[in-house]
């Protein structure tokens, strides 16, 4: 494979990032869901009190992958880590790339003393499900997820 870094994001990333984002949000049928902008992502990426920190995968300048996170904290665990997207692009994809971008964001939460990490995964998204048991994740079929948007509050 040509030159890979992962490195930190930075603000002028964003617009691919944001290319990733919609790219997930098609490959899980949420296109029309996705109502955040890329000026959004700058501003609470990198304001005064920035929302979530990122990896990006680059190969030969180009980004073809990131994870993006934030810290979250738990009541049982103490401070967590949440995963909101993890994403590689279609072309790039089964090359160790995102297993690259998850061991980054496992070092960031032993530097940060993280009591765990979480993430949600679709029920049929089998590549990626069969890849979390690989990891050793612990799938919890008894919570459910709840969300309540800005339009209804």
Known sequence: MESL?????????????FNLVKELSIFEKAEEKVANTIE???MEGFGDNPAFKFFVAEVNGQIVGMALYYFSYSTWKGRSLYIDDLIVTEAFRKKGIGDQLFQKVFEV???????????QVLDWNTPAINY???????????WINCAI?????
């Open 132 to 142: 979390y048991k690989k990891l050793g994740a612990e799938f919890d079929g008894e």
């Open 149 to 153: 948007t800005s339009d209804k509050y």
């Open 5 to 17: 870094v992962i490195r930190k994001g930075k603000k002028e990333d964003i617009p691919q990032v």
């Open 40 to 42: 959004r992502m700058e």
């Open 109 to 119: 939460a032993k530097k940060e003393k993280c009591g765990k990490i979480h993430w």
